[in-house]
């Protein structure tokens, strides 16, 4: 019995019920890789276009890591929450390493997968053909378990309401993060009532918040406090925070460290910014806040004194999803970073007057060594414009040329920030400290589907380019209209893998080889030619006088001609 001859009775099916509950949920768009256990899912779609039911927009994206970057690069473009649709087990593997990254993120996104058929006759969605039983698993969500917040399966189709809101409910929920639902193709083909679909949410996520006890005890911890920092590693989270910490780091003379900073916490040149050095911040501070930050610094080479106050504030400042993680925590405070910034900024403006004089001698030795910091950053750049260039000298060259667009700088081993001169929230992401390659590329387009105007500059070495799967992005770009400016900092090899090896042993045997084992990608493709292959414009150097101009008409390509552009550049770290 096959599914031809096997009628679904009349009604709602739960594949288009799931659009239009999603719909209702404020989801405008699902990225989607489609495979023989979507029948139902693309039926219901059809059934309720058909029908006239306002639905999000689904997205082909011809590969699941590409997908899942996407739904990344959305979200903080846009704050709201994404939604995936993979195929079977084999489309949620290859989606894995993406819900690594958001996970480690903090990105509230509704992952769901096919499940192929569990029963092989007389039901409708019944398998049909080999792969039915080739994909079957004993436990398909183990393989993204641990990265998920919630998961479940479909049993029924009358669930879908309630187990959408559930998901999205607590995907968003503090600490945000990713959710996961599995879908039987038999339940899919299943009738599901319509009441409720069109519902708003009947679950509402909880937001943690700062008790007035722990926020009286920040507050007088950070009046009081002769050398306080602040780390701040995965930026301000908002707008509104990123303007509460600048405020709050100028007025009371706070250095601010974004050690491997994924975001930006505070201007570039905001005389607070002590870039990224722990030491001796770290050392001679007697009150340290933590901001968000999963790592906030390396401990075997930096520790806090023995008798500092170390405060960590985050949406879940203990990070309980890390088995391992054992920085102090005098005071922990569970609240959003902006939320907690922006209480804090406010909390403090009454004590501005305490200790004025202290805080003015602080203040004028941190500008001294912002300043010095800034300057030695600038020569550390402008020293590699030299043929092969140096990542810093092309990220100054990336740095001058968005000057007066709103823009956003993406590096995936890619540009440092050291030689970026950015001043906006938002304005420099990079890979999550999960580490999984192949995020820039995605991510950026997307940025670019969740804010059009948005001018996205991807950064990112040429290994990481190849894990995007750059044909299915190209092709993705060229298809929704998502033009981004890519620049592949190229030195062929696993630079990272490279350094790695050279630090642990610095005179082993593979630091004095020729060629470090197990790190050479040569001969490197000609990358241009992918970008043109889908209708955008490419180009190579290796010429530091010629960068700045290509940079320019790249921008001009993005931003005029709306196509991606992909400058290769050869560089020597």
Known sequence: MDDASVKSE???SAGAAMFTKLKALGVDCILVNSGTDFPPIIEGLAEAGANGVDLPQPLIVPHEHAAMGMAHGYHLAT??????????????????????????????????????????QNRF???TVPIGWGQEMRDQTAMVRECCKWDYELRFPEQVPELLDRAHGIANSTAKGPVYLSLPREVLCETCPDEGLESPASMAPARSGVRREDMAALVDALANARNPVIFAQRGAASAAGFAALSRLAEDWAIPVCPYWATALPVPSSHPMNLG??????LADADVVLVLDSLAPWEPQSHQPAPNATVIQMGPDPLFSRFPVRNFRADLAIACAVDDGLVELEEALRPRLS????RRAARGDRVRKASNEIRAAALETAMSGARSPMTKAYVGKCVSDVIQGHKATVLSELGVPLASLDLHEHDSWRQLPHSGALGWSLPCGMGMKLGDPERLVVATMGDGSYMFANPVACHQVMEAYDLPILMVVVNNAEWGAVRKSVQGMYPDGYAARANQIPLTALSPSPDFQRVAEASN??????????????????AVRVVTEEKRSALIDVQICD
């Open 79 to 120: 704050g709201k929450t994404p939604v995936v649709i993979l195929h079977t087990n084999v489309g949620l593997s290859n989606g894995v390493t993406g819900l690594i990254n958001a996970a480690t993120d903090h990105i509230p996104m509704l992952l769901m997968s096919g499940r192929t058929p569990v029963t092989e």
């Open 125 to 127: 969605g019944a398998r």
């Open 536 to 553: 955008g414009w490419g180009r190579k150097t290796d010429d530091p006088d010629a960068l700045p101009e290509l940079l320019r008409e």
């Open 10 to 12: 009349p009604g709602v």
């Open 354 to 357: 305490d200790s004025v004089e």
């Open 276 to 281: 990224l050095n722990p030491m001796p911040w």
